[in-house]
């Protein structure tokens, strides 16, 4: 019998609405969640603390092993302890998801995180999201899932998100930022953002995420995994 808990692998760029659609497949599967650039985020939070240069490759693996990091989910959001310390907010600003996108191109980075992530699958089974979830992390998913949505709209959820959590920005600075980070995490060598070969492309463009998430739950269905609620 293979008692190796389903995967739900959901890749995509900035603001394509994995996060979001993520926690609501979760929630209503009964399932566990794993949003995997919460943890390059950790990294690149702690590189800023302690003043770590984005090419001291060493350190990062280092603080990537050792970190002690922790995950709180409520209905309505996930809250991400670094050290027992709340770092929800701290991790969401451009600066940590930019310096995030930098160490993401280093190979040992990445291996130390793979590990980390590989941690988080447990029964009844996993929803992931990232950017190379289907293609590296879990290769054997269950169900994988590539998300867009136009670049104009992810700017302006992003920007949304950030003026709601109290983040000053700006709708063009945002949209330029993006656009750099999703160059950065298409163009690196190792595990770059791309749709898995075996995929299933949904494009989350003027669509609410509760709506795309129905879509994915209506095709989940048909693979016999049904809802908890
Ligand atoms: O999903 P996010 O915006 O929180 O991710 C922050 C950065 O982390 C992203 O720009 C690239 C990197 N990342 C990655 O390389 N691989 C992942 N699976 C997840 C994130």
């Not at 659609?21 to 919460?38: K, N, V």
């Not at 240069?53 to 209905?75: C, E, K």
């Not at 979830?133 to 998300?147: E, H, N, Q, R, T």
């Not at 299933?200 to 048909?222: H, R």
Request: positive net charge; contains cysteine; charged residues 25%.
């Amino acid at each position: 019998m293979n008692t190796t808990p389903p995967v739900i692998a959901i890749d995509g760029p900035v603001g394509s609405g994995k996060g979001t659609i993520s926690r609501i497949l979760a929630r209503t599967l009964g399932w566990h969640l794993l949003d995997s650039g919460a943890l390059y985020r950790l990294v690149a939070l702690r590189m800023i603390q302690e003043k770590v240069s984005v090419d001291d490759s060493s350190t990062m693996v280092d603080i990537a092993t050792i970190m002690d990091i922790s995950f709180a989910n409520t209905a309505k959001e996930q809250k991400i302890f670094l050290d027992s310390v709340d770092v929800t907010l701290d991790l969401r600003t451009e600066e940590c998801g930019s310096v995030a996108s930098k160490i993401a191109s280093r190979p040992a980075l990445r291996a130390a995180l793979l590990k980390r992530q590989r941690a988080f699958l447990r029964l009844p089974g996993l929803v992931a999201d990232g950017r190379d979830i289907g293609s590296v992390v879990f290769p054997d998913a269950l169900f994988k899932i590539f998300l867009t949505a136009s670049p104009e709209e992810r700017a302006s959820r992003r920007y949304k998100q950030l003026k709601q959590k109290g983040i000053n920005v700006s709708l063009p600075d945002v949209l330029q930022k993006i656009t750099q980070r999703d160059k950065r995490d298409v163009n690196r060598k190792v595990a770059p953002l791309k749709a898995a070969s075996d995929a299933q492309i949904f494009d989350s463009t003027g669509a609410a995420p509760e709506d795309t998430a129905d879509k994915i739950l209506d095709s989940l269905k048909i693979l016999g995994i049904p809802s908890a609620n």
